[in-house]
């Protein structure tokens, strides 16, 4: 053992040659696999079967991120702080392949060996912190190259019914989508639900209306589509429409808060909007609200 310790610090220390030469503090290098450890103290070696077997069954080589590590000279050894799960996946998908890795590695890590440790465990412990993350509808255009189904039918719903997508958070002016990633959810349904949805509050007015693309009556709209399956869509649509054209969203949003003051807006929102259907055509719920929770009454 001792003498192969040796082997690895001879071979580490040449691999490192040029780097610590050219004094960088990163460098990115095919690492042999035998040269990659963790260290148990701040990462576990066990990885939940569902994990490793997603990595393994959605390898994608061109996708490959280089792991990274932290080297310790004095073992011959590069420690990882980000990327073990990688580089179990590539042993079970070739190991004659893999048999090198590539890595970022991090040559400015403190020398001393508790403070290395520290630093190593933050690194594994807040990888990509400080990683702007790219939000959903900045992914848009990308979606859109792919050929993403969702992102297909939301550009079809937004030429149809002249709706605008937004950024930013906050109250949205008329023909403003409230939450871009939800109607990109709701776009996993068939085109039907979608034009229920639009279509309804074109009726009702609400594209005219500050806030009527709000992520609570876009909910409480997908809810009626599916809950109320076993009635006529379309009558449905005219009633919550006429309904919408006498009202504001905010006096929507108020009266449904009152009403149900332990549940969510949006679900709230959904109920008192069941309630009016209910209401105008004499049927019975599907939903009834238990405190603060929304039970299903359909069998």
Known sequence: MKEKKNEYISELRGLLRRTIGENK??????????????????QTDIRTKRNLS??????????LLPLIGVPHMEEGLIYLVDGYGRLNASQI???EKYKEMTVMVIMNAPKDEDERLKFEAEQYAFQNKDVAKVTPIQKHAALEIIGDSRVKLLNKMQKKYNFLLASVSGQRNHSVIGSYSQVLDYCKYKEECLDFIFGTLQKGG?????????SYVIKSLKDIYFNFKDYDRDK????????????????????STVRYPLLTTKMAVSMYLEDYIVHELHITHSRKAIGDKVISLMA
């Open 25 to 42: 503090t990163i460098d990115i290098l095919s690492v042999p696999v035998y040269l990659l450890a963790i260290d148990k103290r701040y």
């Open 54 to 63: 997603y990595l393994v069954d959605n390898w994608d080589e061109r996708k």
């Open 93 to 95: 998908v070739d190991r």
């Open 206 to 214: 609400f594209n005219y209306k500050v806030n009527g693309y709000a």
């Open 236 to 255: 449905i649509s005219d009633i919550i429409g006429n309904f919408f054209r006498g009202i504001e969203v905010n006096y929507l949003r108020a009266e």
